[in-house]
């Protein structure tokens, strides 16, 4: 049974960077047939894609924040990550790693899902 | 960028009553890249319905997608007391995902 397992700090200073790590377990991050995503969700509020990578580096980023953001993945350890700079407090959310199938694009495996605050 | 809109945003109803939720997308959307989620509190989202009417697996047949353009629509059939959750459709168009705001169901 795939797993997906984000990990990281549950606090960030503004203005700093959040970085996550997603550990995928009982699969390969290495299939031709998935995407591996991140969507956030800010408490009491709706669904946001971040961004997704493909197992060979190819990465899509949601258009507003672009020039924030970073993912990247280590097949290696069959980990993606998550960097995304400067945060401020709209950055406090439930973050979530998923996997999406090509074709279909539908998340159909996600993490528990993980709350980072953005506080001084 | 493609903007979902969710209606209604809530849904009162009783358990074996029919819920319809609608899904409509600012520009036409690729039928095989629209999903549906479930999302209960302090769980993560669950596909439903990939493809706009295709269920994911493990989901009973009374979920059901169906729609194509701009106009999508989730019918749940026979509301389970398990079914009161918060639900999303997602599109996926240009390498980029957007969600639907969530229509609330919730038991009247």
């Known amino acids: 049974q795939l797993q997906l397992q984000e990990s990281g700090p549950g606090l960030v200073k503004p203005s700093e960077t959040l970085s996550l790590t997603c550990t995928v377990s009982?699969?390969?991050?290495?299939?031709?047939?998935?995407?591996w995503g991140w969507i956030r969700q800010p408490p009491g509020k709706g669904l946001e894609w971040i961004g997704s990578?493909?197992?060979?580096?190819?990465?899509y980023y949601n258009a507003s924040l672009n020039s924030r953001v970073t993912i990247s993945v280590d097949t290696s350890k069959n980990q993606f990550s998550l960097k995304l700079r400067s945060v401020t407090a709209a950055d406090t959310a439930v973050y979530y790693c998923?996997?999406?199938?090509?074709?279909?694009?539908?998340?159909?495996?996600w993490g528990q899902g993980t709350l980072v605050a953005v506080s001084s | 960028e493609i903007v979902l809109t969710q209606s209604p945003g809530t849904l009162s109803l009783s358990p074996g009553e029919t819920a319809t939720l609608s899904c409509r997308a600012s520009?036409?959307?690729?039928?095989?890249?629209l999903a549906w989620y479930q999302q209960k509190p302090g769980q993560a989202p669950r596909l439903l319905i990939y493809?706009?009417?295709s269920r994911a697996t493990g989901i009973p047949d009374r979920f059901s997608g169906s729609g194509s353009g701009t106009d999508f629509t989730l019918t749940i059939s026979r509301l389970e007391p398990e079914d009161f959750a918060v639900y999303y459709c997602?599109?996926?168009?240009?390498?980029?995902?957007?969600f639907g705001q969530g229509t609330k169901v919730e038991i009247k």
């Open positions: 520009q036409s959307v690729s039928s095989s890249y």
């Open positions: 009982g699969g390969s991050i290495s299939s031709n047939s998935y995407y």
């Open positions: 493809a706009a009417s």
């Open positions: 998923a996997r999406a199938r090509r074709g279909s694009q539908g998340f159909d495996y």
């Open positions: 990578i493909y197992y060979s580096g190819t990465t």
């Open positions: 997602q599109q996926y168009v240009n390498s980029q995902y957007t």
